[in-house]
């Protein structure tokens, strides 16, 4: 049989929550491609294992696949781990994973922690229909332009964000969804200070403002869907928006029209206008 790539779900916290087959895989493979080679080190030295680790991350990924591609030609078993959870999953492997299909190459999940999924079978929102959106952008007029697109979304919202943007997330978050929003804020899961807080999007700002404690670790923000499509004005109201928050990064009136065109599904003409009167405003 061909050589095989192995896609190797790692914890994400909790070192019990490694699997048996994920145990097996790491000690058959003959090589590890790993996101960051010093944190998947520890990982088999807590295993007990000694295995060739190569770096495989967002800078070098187009790089490294056609090493990837060689050592799967010579016959070599292949795992590719991020620092935790399941690979590519808002990790590195997209591009290697799609190259080495493509080479008519195996490719086997080894399924197991998921940061996403953990958070969402405990929150107590609706999981019958969810959107995982990832990190947003690390500035407030890029995480507004991604609220806005998202505000009439019914389905659940899921994100992630790290402790030093968390309390702008939430105020950008306010700003457009409004402060009732429903949230859930999953910190530091599987982790000794996993934490489920749950209340409206203002509440909960609020709330980690007054706790140091609570800005600490890693999170999965998880925000309960529009309950309805919005009102025509109410539409108006989120153009003006997104054209008020690109002209705001220096975008051109066109450019802004454009893409404001995307998100609302509004004629680019009509924006382009509105886009035009609003740029005179802010001469």
Request: net charge negative.
């Amino acid at each position: 049989m061909k050589a095989s790539l192995y896609c190797v779900a790692t914890p994400i916290g909790n070192l019990a929550d490694l699997t048996e087959r994920a145990i097996k895989t790491l000690t058959m493979v003959d090589k590890i491609y790993a996101e960051d080679t010093r944190v998947s080190l520890r990982l088999l030295t807590h295993l007990g294992l000694q295995k060739p680790l190569v770096s495989l991350h967002d800078h070098n990924e187009t790089a490294r696949v056609a090493q990837v591609l060689t050592d799967l030609e010579q016959g070599l078993n292949l795992a590719l781990v991020s620092d935790a959870g399941t690979p590519l999953i808002s990790d590195p492997g997209y591009h290697l994973v799609k190259d080495v299909a493509a080479a008519g190459f195996r490719i086997i999940p080894i399924p197991g922690a998921c940061a996403v999924v953990a958070a969402l079978s405990a929150a107590g929102l609706a999981t019958d229909r969810f959107i995982f959106e990832g990190f947003l952008s690390a500035k407030s007029a890029g995480r507004r332009a991604s609220f806005t697109a998202l505000k009439t979304e019914e389905r659940t919202l899921i994100f992630y964000e790290s402790s030093h943007r968390i309390a702008g997330f939430l105020e950008d978050l306010i700003t457009v969804l409004g402060a009732e929003r429903e949230l859930v804020i999953a910190r530091e899961l599987t982790k000794l200070y996993e934490s489920f807080y749950r209340g409206t999007a203002e509440a909960l700002l609020a709330r980690l403002q007054g706790d140091s404690d609570m800005q600490k670790g890693e999170f999965v923000v998880l925000v309960k869907g529009a309950n309805a499509i919005l009102e025509q004005a109410s539409v108006e109201v989120e153009a003006a928006t997104v054209l008020q928050i690109l002209l705001e990064e220096e975008l051109s009136v066109n450019q802004a029209a454009k893409i404001a065109a995307r998100i609302t599904g509004q004629a680019k003409n009509k924006l382009y206008r509105q886009a035009m009167e609003l740029s005179q405003l802010r001469c």
